[in-house]
């Protein structure tokens, strides 16, 4: 069974940074491409960032592209997301998430991701 831990949210100022790691185990993470989803309070999950299998290849919802990194380790099994620039509207629960099926990136939909970690806090203020 594959678990997903997310660790580095926490409480930051507007403009202040942030890197979140989801370490993975129980699947073979090296062939699985990752993603980053956040869900606040009243609204629905939404796509952050997503990375192939091999880092190569790398996607960002438009209201982060320019101020968050995705990026991985397979020899940690662990994904990272950097935030810098953070905004008060940034604030929600982070998500990582492994694509259910090997070799395969899609373009942020959530149903294209069978595991999910339990989340960490990013809480920014004004």
């Known amino acids: 069974q594959v678990q997903l831990v997310e660790s580095g949210g926490g409480l930051v100022q507007a403009g202040g940074s942030l890197r979140l790691s989801c370490a993975a185990s129980g699947r073979t993470f090296s062939s699985h491409s990752m993603g980053w989803f956040r869900q606040a309070p009243g609204k629905e999950r939404e796509f952050v960032a997503a990375?192939?299998?091999?880092?190569?290849?790398?996607y960002y919802a438009d209201s982060v592209k320019g101020r968050f990194t995705i990026s991985r380790e397979n020899a940690k099994n662990t994904v990272y997301l950097q935030m810098n620039g953070l905004r008060p509207e940034d604030t929600a629960l982070y998500y990582c998430?492994?694509?259910?099926?090997?070799?395969?990136?899609?373009?942020?939909?959530?149903?294209?991701?069978?595991?999910w970690g339990q989340g960490t806090q990013v809480t920014v203020s004004s």
């Open positions: 990375i192939s299998w091999s880092g190569g290849t790398k």
């Open positions: 998430a492994m694509e259910t099926t090997a070799w395969m990136l899609g373009r942020g939909d959530s149903r294209d991701f069978g595991f």
